[in-house]
């Protein structure tokens, strides 16, 4: 899953449980899901930081030298 169909799928897990009057489990559910979403996005997001990080510490480097 890239990390673009994550964020599409957990906004529309926001929207769900903002607009939509679910039953409790159904929503458990969806918040559940909406977590293990969030945390692989983070993660996502973590390391294209630090690859960013490298890259730009590496370029630094470079033209120090």
């Not at 926001?14 to 039953?23: A, D, I, K, M």
């Not at 409790?24 to 990080?53: I, W």
Request: hydrophobic content about 35%.
């Amino acid at each position: 899953m890239t990390f673009e169909e994550a964020y599409t799928q957990l906004s529309t897990i926001v929207q769900r449980l903002e607009s939509e009057n679910l039953p409790l489990d159904d929503a458990l559910k969806l918040f559940e899901e909406g977590q293990r979403l969030a945390a692989y996005c983070q993660e996502q997001l973590n390391q294209a930081e630090l690859r960013v990080t490298q890259i730009v510490g590496d370029g630094s480097t470079s033209s120090a030298e």
